[in-house]
């Protein structure tokens, strides 16, 4: 049976990133993804906001990654020429009651390391945002945005520069421990049927590496490892009520962080969205139904009291792969090598939602180090 060094499983931007890391280092390294492309699912589907680290508890690894990921990231698109903007966003108190949470995120962003943050009193804020509805807000000049799409492609083009094999519309099936790794067995692309050997194997898959988690042999309810998929859909505003926004506008999150509220979000050619909202889902579906504008515009107008509903018109949505049940605490990025579990050379990346993508790259980095701690790699 044919065997390789290291299989990737989720061609998502971590994914990518991971394979980027690992590869073109003397191991044979395959990337395996259900889909014809990459990126289709969590990693196209978002606000497309490079984050500066501002809403993790302090030593998490969803902090050290955002803030170390944010560096990363922007290094890379100056290096690589992906279309970025260093936008800046504001957290918006609307009222004096949520402005001790504000004032929370901002030492929490300093503690994390995260640079250049400020208060705004409220004439700081109608000066950076003239339209924005507020009593005072946290600026955060170095969160930014990104074209995902390119970054996606370019990841892709980089691994396979480095002697990546990717196989598109490859799902896997079946995984058995083996004296030598694990055997994966994959269907696709069309009726093919194979397997193949791996000494080590990285679950990136998203909202199915609870999935591919079981398929090893994990129990994920005593792992906490099951994945929650929560739906977030967006709205376009239509017309010149677009310019009214200058940059990233955010209201005091929501509790526990099931989302960062209905916030408002600009990209790169200038139009302006607001989203996500957060929904527990127990399918994957993709719509947006419009009879959700008008709780759209009842949460938004409270920071952009000019929104009217007929300014609003369906866009996308995305599903996050959340760890946490409803009603449950906050919970962290798990990122471990199941060696204590005795599955060696199995990497668990699972439940990597927001801010999956600004970690991406310095998740990538941290699978190869634990590869190579493991001399794997």
Request: charged share 25%.
């Amino acid at each position: 049976m044919l065997q390789v060094d290291i299989t990737i499983v989720g061609a998502g931007v971590v994914g990518l990133a991971a394979a980027c890391a690992c590869s073109g280092r003397g191991r044979q390294v395959v990337l395996l993804e259900k889909e014809p492309g990459p990126g289709r699912e969590t990693s196209s589907r978002n606000s497309e906001v490079i984050h500066a680290g501002i809403y993790y508890p302090g030593g998490s690894l969803k902090a050290g990654l955002c803030v170390e990921g944010a560096r990363m990231l922007y290094d890379f698109c100056d290096e690589h020429r992906i279309p970025f903007k260093r936008i800046g966003k504001v957290v918006v108190a609307s009222s004096t009651h949520e402005e001790r949470a504000v004032e929370d995120l901002w030492r929490r962003g300093i503690e994390n390391g995260v640079e250049g943050l400020a208060m705004l009193t409220r004439s700081e804020l109608r000066k950076r945002e003239p339209h924005v509805s507020g009593v005072s807000a946290l600026l955060s000049p170095n969160t930014g945005i990104i074209d995902s799409h390119r970054l996606i492609r370019r990841l892709e083009s980089l691994a396979l520069s480095l002697g990546c094999t990717i196989l598109y519309s490859s799902r896997l099936t079946a995984i058995d421990r083996s004296p030598h790794g694990y055997s994966c067995r994959v269907d696709g692309p069309g009726p093919e049927q194979y397997a193949f050997l791996t000494s080590s194997l990285i679950n990136s898959a998203g909202l199915e590496a609870d999935t591919i988690a079981a398929m090893a042999g994990i129990d994920i309810d005593s792992a906490a490892y099951r994945i929650y998929p929560v739906k977030g859909e967006y709205f376009r505003v239509r017309g010149k009520k677009q310019a009214l926004v200058n940059g990233l506008v955010y209201p005091s999150p929501e509790k526990n962080l099931t989302g960062l509220g209905i916030h408002v979000t600009k990209d790169l050619a200038g139009s302006l969205r607001l989203g996500p909202d957060a929904r527990y889902v127990d399918t994957i579906s993709y719509e947006v139904n419009p009879a959700h504008a008008s709780a759209f515009l009842e949460r938004a107008r409270t920071l952009l009291p000019f929104l009217l509903e007929d300014d609003l018109l369906p866009d996308m949505a995305g599903i996050r792969p959340k760890l946490q049940p409803p009603g449950g605490g906050i919970r962290d990025f798990v990122i471990h090598h199941e060696a204590d579990r005795g599955l060696p050379g199995l990497i668990s990346l699972v439940g990597i939602e927001s801010p999956g993508l600004t970690c991406a790259l310095a998740i990538g980095d941290m699978v190869k180090r634990t590869l190579e701690e493991a001399d794997l790699l």
